[in-house]
């Protein structure tokens, strides 16, 4: 029973050890996010009880007309979309509220499906314009969204009409109705508009699927909204979004003449936080379509295998939490520095996921080792205790906060399921680190960036709005 007693020992201490490890980050992590929610709670309260309370709401049905109406352009990059593009845009053109806007895909010339399917649907419709990348794909999105700009730009010489607003959006996107006259409006005012993202629930697929749900919900519920209100830069979600003009032609005077930098990942992310850099002003806009009801959002499926979603995650994961490093550094205030940090977590969070999992393995090991042996273990220290006890109180509270979130979302049975699927978020999550680091390393050895994307679905029947 030596033997026994031995590994017992070995493992209560080793256990203890990584236990402490991870509680000590998960405390930090846990006063960070309380910080966010407070930040939240504080500028919630102050718009509810100051500025409401002077002057109504204002939703779709009373938004106000742009003072110069002008025509918007909507690019779409596209590479193998044959399965979802033509319902996509066939909806966007059924839906899109506004008189004058264009939809420019963009195609490869290696991908005829796509380029069939988008040209079926551009016989019936002159609003949408066929861009087709003579670089054979994939590329990055970047490249792609490129190629549109270079295209767009050659339109406005030809016309000799500007367009006013680049919204971006991507080929699953199910798209609302009133979006464009809220782009028009608030364009004039913003350099970037983003509206929430909310991704459609897959009844196939409640625990993949479904964390996205959980994860958008709280982010572009809660996290956007604190971070606008502390004077961070809005970062672009790369769908729903509107970009002035004016400020994509100034990134593009910076870059060669192109705004989307094909070297990055996540180029969408990055343009938000380089426009605020330039002195642009971002806004993230919650508009509810009607007096008190669901605000104007983009809708879209989201993977429904791990793999894709840990494909998913890691490309976000290396272009923000490691590239962005690199690429955007430190600047900006202490609230910018403060998002950036949060951005940029992501990895550590990953470590102490697993340190936490790993001892409480090694937890549990030791028990049933010690009874073979018939030892008794060392009980946790009072510092131990009392740093479990905060974390325990503080994951409640962050248990809370996000099926809060979900549930006003989606409703009271998607918020009850948030809370298992924390579980499924952070599985996802570890899978996606070890490929995120792999990715950023190739990077940084010089390896080709490619688009990294997923498959994608669009429903049958588009949800009402």
């Known amino acids: 029973m030596g033997d026994f007693a031995t590994i017992a020992v070995w493992s209560g201490a080793t256990a203890h050890e990584l236990v402490l490890f991870a509680a ?29 309370s ?13 003072r110069q109406p002008g025509w918007l352009a909507v690019f779409i990059p596209a590479w193998r979309e044959d399965a979802v593009i033509g319902q996509m845009l066939s909806t966007a053109l059924d839906r899109f509220d506004h008189p004058a806007y264009r939809l420019y895909v963009g ?47 050659n339109d406005e010489l030809a016309s000799g009409a500007r367009a006013k607003a680049i919204i971006l959006h991507d080929a699953e996107d199910v798209v609302h109705s009133g979006e464009l006259r809220i782009f028009d409006t608030l364009i004039e005012r913003f350099d970037l508009v983003q509206l ?77 936080l380089r426009i ?18 669901k605000p104007v959002a983009v809708r879209a499926h989201f993977p429904s295998r791990l793999s894709d979603a840990v494909h998913q995650k890691s490309r976000w994961m290396t272009g ?54 018939g030892v008794s273990g060392s009980p946790p220290s009072r510092f131990m205790a009392l740093l479990l006890a905060i974390n325990a109180v503080l994951l409640v509270w962050r248990l809370a906060v996000r099926a809060f979130f979900v549930t006003r979302a989606y409703g009271v049975g998607e918020g009850l399921r948030s809370i298992p699927r924390v579980f499924v978020a952070n599985i996802v999550e570890m899978m996606a ?19 990294g994307k997923t498959a994608h679905v669009f429903p049958e029947m588009a949800p009402a709005e």
């Open 24 to 52: 000590v980050l998960f405390l930090i992590g846990g006063i960070d996010d309380l910080l966010v929610d407070l930040v939240w709670i504080a500028n919630t309260l102050w718009r509810r009880l100051i500025i409401y």
């Open 54 to 66: 002077s002057r109504p709401r204002t939703d779709l049905t009373s938004l106000a007309p742009p």
């Open 107 to 153: 195609v490869y010339i290696n991908d005829p499906a796509t380029i069939d399917a988008v040209a079926s649907v551009a016989a019936r419709d002159d609003r949408v314009r066929r861009v087709v990348n003579r670089r054979p794909g994939p590329t990055t999105k970047a490249d792609c969204l490129n190629a549109i700009w270079r295209t767009l730009g």
């Open 196 to 272: 929430p993202v909310l991704p459609l629930v897959d009844k196939g697929s409640r625990w993949i699927s479904g964390h996205y749900c959980d994860e958008f919900a709280e982010a572009h519920g809660k996290s956007v909204v604190a971070r606008e209100a502390l004077g961070a830069a809005v970062p672009s979600a790369g769908v729903g979004c509107a970009f002035s003009r004016e400020a994509l032609e100034r990134i593009a005077g910076t870059k060669g003449g192109l705004p989307f930098d094909s070297d990055s990942l996540t180029e969408d992310y990055e343009l938000g």
């Open 276 to 293: 605020a850099e330039q002195g642009g002003s971002g806004v993230f806009v919650r508009l509810p379509a009607t007096p008190g009801g």
């Open 320 to 373: 923000i939490a490691l590239a962005g490093w690199d690429r955007l550094g430190w600047r900006g205030g202490p609230g910018e520095f403060w998002m950036r940090l949060r951005d940029r977590r992501a990895l550590i969070a990953v470590i102490a996921l697993a340190a936490a999992y790993a001892g409480l393995v090694l937890t549990v090991s030791a028990f049933v080792l010690q009874g073979l042996a």
């Open 433 to 451: 680190a070890r490929a995120a680091i792999a990715r950023y390393l190739k990077m940084r050895r010089g390896g080709a960036i490619e688009w």
